[in-house]
């Protein structure tokens, strides 16, 4: 019984260790990208029509999406498209890291809306797949909602938009995730 809670705080203890080893702040994000650090790569992992609405970072190397909308299938209960997991995720990483001759050693940070529904997902499924230093956002573009008071679910707190961090309303096509011909 003695070994098996040994074990066990062991698996605790590296649990921890990896989540506090996978995100970053957005202020430590700029700092590499303001550094210049060679070996980082910094992807947008939100779907392109969220970020025409919500806002971009120019600070951002490109946009993966992790999450595409199909908008062909309607969920009537949760009054949301259907998300998916982008099928060619890693293979766009992979082209992204190329165009910049990174090897799969590079730092990749994702950032999504929250940090928590892409960005340390798509993070955790980049480091399954050979990238041992893929990172996330911690609250990511736009940062947690305030729980109360007059503008009670609106995402003010933290994040890389309320972090006082570059932003724009407008997107950069040679940056932003497109199926058409550029």
Aim: charged share 25%; proline share 5%; net charge positive.
């Amino acid at each position: 019984m003695k070994k098996l809670l040994i074990a066990a705080a062991i698996g605790f203890a590296s649990l921890t260790a990896h989540a506090t080893d996978i995100g970053l702040s957005a202020a430590e994000t700029y700092a590499k990208i303001q550094k210049a650090e060679p070996n980082v790569l910094f992807i947008d992992v939100r779907d392109p029509v969220e970020i025409m609405f919500v806002g971009f970072s120019d600070a951002v190397h490109a946009n993966v999406p992790f999450m595409l909308v199909d908008r062909t299938q309607w969920n009537a209960e949760k009054g949301v498209f259907r998300l998916y997991r982008n099928p060619d995720f890693v293979n766009q990483v992979k082209l992204e890291l190329a165009r910049r001759g990174l090897s799969a050693d590079a730092e990749i940070i994702t950032m999504c809306r929250s940090g928590s529904e892409r960005g340390e997902p798509s993070a955790a499924l980049l480091r399954e797949s050979g990238f041992p230093n893929a990172r996330y956002v911690i609250n990511g573009f736009q940062g947690d909602a305030i729980k109360d008071g007059p503008q009670a679910g609106f995402r003010l707190k933290n994040g890389w938009q309320n972090s006082g961090l570059p932003w724009s309303p407008r997107m950069n096509a040679d940056k932003i995730h497109r199926v058409d011909s550029r």
